[in-house]
């Protein structure tokens, strides 16, 4: 077997397999990865790669006066992709801008220093280093894809040049990546300028000293077998899908959660290894574009962002807690789990997607126009009350129906879109049967039994709080204006409402009662005969 080393490369998927290298003889056939690797290294990267493989030849051939010529063909791979040698004459039918230009590159290089060419064809470059794409990934080759279709423009058959797959990684030597000439790395996102998503692997922190699996000695040198770098395992734990969770708001969800890569994941810190290391991989930042800030919770921030990829608008929730627990970020979770397990309905917040960045959870949900505490000091006329009532009576009933209470039912945390009104936050939600931990939301619209730590009808306590809510918005005035107000609205006692149907008075003081038993489901209210007059309410959605 003939002896390899690592070449240093300031791109981390260049592969130079072991062929030999004739610069006159080769063009670069395209695949995606190269198309996107090519567009995201910047030219001088590339020169230096060129440059440090002639010093390297040079030095080889003055060190160990090697024989022989090289043979007909290099053979370079950048990740997926091999740039195949043909023949200068052949029809360069697969030839684009970029290959040329990484032609004329080498070329212009190699025509620059006629004795460096020379020195080409007499060395010996057995023994130039190599580094394979998928040991920096330090997997096996799942980054070269064997399906040849995937392989765009290149011709497998031609010259019966067998289809291009990176090296078997158990026939391969390395030796440890030098950090010592300030090479960069450009991790693999195609969305990231050049600046943004470098990251210098010389910070890295994740076992210094890489992971050594086995060594082997060849001329003198000791070199690790299947050594793994600590940049490496940092990109893998990057790569690594998260853990799958068990989905407690889900009835037939697995009874386990799975972690496939749970043996793999040792070797990175944390929970969620992959989704927490910022490092310039910013999710958020790749995947949209920030137009304005349009909410702040007590621990959160929601921002109206424009995704990239789509172009549509969307909510997206920055928690602003940092989540370095794995308890803490499973409880932040639950969230999301009970916005994904709901699913869609027309008067619950649309949710989308959600990740971790930088120990932060972000959530990307159905953009509303604002909330309905942008009524808290305008006077709603009856209908509009009604309106909102109803339709977030609908939203209860549905989460209800699905198991799931959401204890923090107020103005803030209902949205409203077109006219239509939307159950949001689910930050406090919990299971009606209370087999999960309870955290109630805001105290002011609460009922006297959470306070007291009674949790048996969890859903009557999200009927109180949408009474104390819609009576805010009757009064038009924020609470809490006074304790005694809401300690009255804890005992029931609701005072006359000047300007609104006793029906609705009566069915308002019905949904504060102390007693849960006798506030109505949210079935119950749905059906109320008070929302019967339909064709009023579509026109208060005019005004909304
Ligand atoms: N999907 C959305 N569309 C429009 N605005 C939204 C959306 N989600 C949230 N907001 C705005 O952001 C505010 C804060 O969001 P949210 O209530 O989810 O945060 P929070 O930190 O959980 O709040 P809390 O203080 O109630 O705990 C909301 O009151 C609302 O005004
Ligand atoms: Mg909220």
Known sequence: MRPRMSVHYSLPCLIITKQDYHPAQFELPLSQTYSILYTNHRERKRERVVRLMKRK??????????????????????????????????????????????????DSEFAADAPLATDLDTANVDDIDFILSQDFFCTPDYITPNDRNILNGLDCE?????????????????????????????????????????????????????????DTTANGIQKFQNYVSPSAVALRCRVMPPPCIKNPYLMDAPDMDIDPFGNQRSKCAGFFPGLIGG?????????????????????????????????????????????????????????????????????VVGYYSSWFENEHLYIQMELCDHSLSNYKCSRLSTEEVLEALHQVAKALHFIHGRGIAHLDVKPDNIYVKNGIYKLGDFGCATLLDSSLPIEEGD??????????????????????????????????????????????????????????????????????????????????????????????????????
Do not use: W
Request: aromatic share 6%; net charge positive; proline share 5%.
């Open 279 to 347: 490092d310039g991989l910013s999710r958020y930042h790749s995947d949209f574009q920030e137009i304005e800030q349009i909410g702040i919770g007590n621990f959160s921030r929601v921002f109206k962002v424009l995704k990239r990829i789509d172009g549509c608008l969307y909510a997206v929730k920055h928690c602003t807690r940092h989540l370095q627990q794995d308890a803490e970020r499973r409880k932040a979770l639950m969230e999301v789990q009970a916005l994904a397990a709901l699913g869609s309905h027309e008067n």
């Open 57 to 106: 030849i040079v030095k080889r051939r003055e060190n160990t006066k090697m024989k022989g010529k090289l043979a007909s063909h290099t053979k370079l791979q950048l990740g997926q992709v091999s740039l195949h040698t043909i023949h200068r004459s052949s029809s360069s039918t697969s030839s684009s801008n970029l290959s040329s230009r990484f032609q004329n590159l080498l």
């Open 443 to 544: 105290a002011r619209y609460m009922p006297q039994e959470i306070l007291n730590e009674k949790y048996d009808h969890l859903d009557k306590v999200d009927i109180f709080s949408l009474g104390a809510t819609i009576y805010e918005l009757i009064r038009a005035s924020p609470f809490p204006e006074s304790r005694t107000q809401v300690s009255n609205l804890r005992e029931g006692k609701i005072p006359l409402l000047p300007g609104h149907s006793l029906q609705l008075q009566n069915l308002l003081k019905l949904m504060v009662d102390p007693d849960p038993f006798r506030r109505p489901s949210a079935k119950e209210l749905v059906e109320n005969p008070i929302f019967d007059s339909k064709q009023t309410f579509a026109k208060n959605k005019a005004f909304l």
């Open 158 to 214: 031609k010259e019966n040049i067998p289809c291009p797959k990176s090296p078997e990684k158990l026939t391969t030597i390395k030796c440890k990546r030098r950090r010592d000439n300030g090479i960069s790395v450009n991790p693999l996102s195609p969305t990231l300028s050049g600046d943004q998503q470098i990251v210098e692997l010389e910070n890295d922190t994740v076992g210094m000293d890489g992971v050594k699996i086995g």
